[in-house]
């Protein structure tokens, strides 16, 4: 097999725009990135390692990147190594105080490190008898969710009433802040005589012990000299401690981050440490990343226009974004009935979108609160459209995926063959995967989505230069991290839960005031956290978003729903009075209102062609899939057929630029694959 090019300094600093090109130049010193949503900020901060390493700037173990999920992780680990670049740890925050810990516990403690409990109900359902406060179910959930914020935040239980209060934090429902900062103390006492420890507890007694103990201080920071911190808006003053401990007096450090995307406040997140990082570091280095390469100018501009008109807006940096994209479809307005006809009109529109070519799993509908998800997965459901919804079942922890993981195992340390992918294939094959999709929907679809998936990602590993060994290593570290790879269905989450994530197509259901902000959004503060969320939702689409939201919980309804205040002044003609069954945006520049080219006729063979081709491009190139060529512009196309330059350059969306660096290669697909084509 052979080796995969490894890029030159030159090629890595050739693969960035400008600004981020400063980001990774700047090797030194503090350096603080605002990074707008969809501007290259995980490309630009991989490069940066990579260029450091390959000029000799770092040496890669001296590197620690943190990050907040386990999949943004596990996307830097991966572009890393597509750069050569190995050693480097790239973890969440608690993954990596989790390894020092247990590092560290034999000699600062002895003995094993204690348990770690990953839920509380039981330890809060204990601490709550102790003092005597009754609980159900709910309001175990809203407690343990309040001693998570105390103790993020660091606060001793003699300091929460007073903390809880200057915060405007309302108290959970059926106590009082006096009862939850006794239950604090009870908590603490029940979780020690249980011997284990929470979440929480890594970091505390990481930062703690780093804090106390120079010589482990001095250990840690001779190993780790070099710091990343991902999403830096949504540090905690927990993980901002234990990045101070791993400082130490260094100044060795580079954060990234967006205050509009601040969204994480009832957790503990703050801005803070990235609004003061100035402040802090008077010679800091300040970059902004602004050049959006994921959403189009219409997508951008609504969610630019959304930020604009906060009243907060002097208080929380702006970015103001600028699409790098094409012009796209221009963003949907929909208003339903009650909340019945909107869920079946979502799903009528996405089995729309997913019939004129679009794969199921370029679709995202993203709702408020997780309460809303069931009625849209039903939906789904019956048009014949699978689901995935974010935060629900694991996707290692599937017994069909296990069991193939076990056999690949098992393959790897017997050293089976030299064709890895045809080991993958048959260890796959052995637990129900198929060379045909199954026909009908339900669980039987959903395991052969699952397999496919992690048998799509094997061959990924491979085309990447890993052998057998390698590919069950990778598979096995992004199962520990949760690092799950692509299902081809239509994603289902909260708005909180698609902050990361990026699809093609994106729906905005029930955007209406009491949900978009939510009722309980009753201060400024909150309510301009509820505008953040919402621009999080508008910016994870990248060719295509609809908005909708409906004007009555059931059609008998006497209550009439408003549209979201954020949205009304964004409505087109101003938010409709009056009820209607659906209203739509109207199509323009020859595109209808799900994003299609014309009304032609799309060849699946040519779309399906191309975007085999778009894979092989952008892996060829380190790129995004959607770099290359969107979905949209591949649909227009699949469509048009063209069969010279003047008709290629004539495509909408496909521009000069494309046409010169792989104009020649898109002729010869569409003419071998294509019914015919037009001159």
Not at 480 to 495: E, F, G, I, K
Not at 502 to 511: C, K, Q, R, S, T
Not at 651 to 674: A, C, H, N, P, S
Request: charged share 25%; glycine share 8%; proline share 4%.
């Amino acid at each position: 097999m052979t080796a995969p090019h490894l890029p030159t300094a030159d090629e890595i600093l050739d693969a960035l725009d400008p600004d981020q090109r400063a980001v990774a130049t700047t090797l030194s010193g503090p350096v603080c990135v605002l990074a707008g949503a969809g501007t290259g900020k995980t490309r630009a901060i991989t490069h940066r390692i990579a260029y450091g390493v390959r000029t000799g700037h770092y040496a890669p173990t001296s590197v620690l990147a943190v990050t907040f999920t386990a999949r943004a992780a596990g996307e830097m680990r991966a572009r890393l190594a597509q750069l050569g670049v190995v050693g480097v740890q790239a973890r969440t925050f608690h993954a990596a105080a989790l390894k020092q810990l247990s590092y560290f516990w034999p000699r600062v403690v002895g003995g094993a490190p204690p348990t770690i409990v990953e839920h509380k109900a039981r330890l809060v359902a204990l601490a709550a008898t102790r003092v005597g406060v009754e609980v159900d179910r709910v309001a175990v959930r809203d407690l343990a969710s309040e001693i998570e914020w105390a103790k993020v935040t660091m606060l001793a239980p003699q300091d929460y009433v007073t903390a809880a209060q200057a915060t405007g934090r309302a108290a959970p429902a059926g106590s009082d802040f006096r009862d939850v900062a006794r239950l604090l103390d009870a908590y603490e006492e029940v979780k020690e005589l249980a011997g284990v420890i929470d979440f929480e507890d890594v970091l505390l007694l990481l930062g703690g012990m780093l804090h106390d103990r120079p010589d482990v201080a001095r250990q840690v920071r001779d190993q780790y000299r070099r710091f990343v911190v991902d999403e830096y808006q949504d540090v905690s003053p927990l993980q901002q401690f234990v990045l101070d401990q791993w400082l130490g007096q260094r100044r060795e450090v580079c954060v990234v981050g967006d205050p509009s995307q601040t969204i994480y406040s009832f957790t503990g997140a703050t801005p803070h440490h990235l609004l003061n990082f100035g402040a802090r570091y008077h010679d800091a280095t300040t970059i902004r990343l602004v050049r959006d390469y994921r959403s189009s100018p219409q997508i951008v501009h609504v969610a630019n226009t959304l930020l604009a008109s906060a009243t907060d807006r002097d208080k929380v940096p702006v970015l103001e974004l600028v699409s790098q994209r094409e012009p796209g479809p221009e963003v949907g307005f929909e208003v339903y009935e009650d909340d019945v006809a909107e869920a079946q009109g979502v799903a009528r529109h996405v089995k729309e979108l997913v019939d004129a070519g679009a794969a199921a799993s370029d679709v995202a509908v993203l709702v408020r609160t997780n309460a809303q998800l069931e009625q849209y997965e039903e939906a789904l459901s019956a048009v014949g459209l699978s689901t995935q919804v974010r935060g629900g079942e694991r996707f290692f922890s599937r017994k069909d995926v296990r069991s193939a993981v076990v056999l690949l195992q098992g393959a790897a340390k017997a050293g089976t063959g030299d064709d890895a992918i045809s080991v993958i294939d048959d260890c796959v094959r052995s637990v129900g995967w198929s060379n045909d999709p199954p026909q009908t929907r339900g669980a039987v679809r959903d395991r052969w989505e699952a397999l496919d998936a992690l048998r799509r990602l094997c061959h990924e590993l491979v085309s990447q230069g890993n052998d057998l060994a390698q590919v069950v290593a990778e598979i096995q570290e992004r199962a520990r991290h949760h690092h799950a790879p692509t299902v081809d269905s239509v994603t289902l989450a909260s708005l909180h839960a698609a902050k990361g994530l990026e699809w093609p197509i994106v729906h905005l259901a029930g955007m209406s005031e009491g949900l978009m902000p939510i009722s309980l959004a009753a201060t400024p503060t909150a309510i301009a956290e509820e505008r953040r969320l919402l621009y999080v939702g508008m910016t994870r689409a990248q060719e295509l978003l609809t908005l909708s939201y409906s004007q009555s919980r059931s059609g008998t309804s006497r209550s009439v729903r408003q549209v979201s205040r954020f949205l009304a002044p964004l409505w087109p003609g101003g938010a409709p009075a009056s009820r209607s069954r659906t209203q739509r945006a109207v199509p323009r520049d020859g595109f209808d209102s799900f994003g299609r080219a014309g009304a032609q006729e799309m060849d699946r063979a040519v779309f399906e062609a191309l975007k085999a081709w778009r894979t092989q491009v952008a892996t060829r190139h380190d790129m995004a899939d959607h770099a290359v060529l969107s979905t949209s512009v591949m649909r227009a196309l699949a469509t048009a057929r063209p069969g010279n330059r003047d008709a290629l350059v004539a495509v909408r969306g496909m521009g000069q630029q494309r046409v010169v660096m792989w104009g020649e290669e898109i002729l010869e697909v569409i003419q071998k694959y294509g019914s015919h084509t037009t001159s």
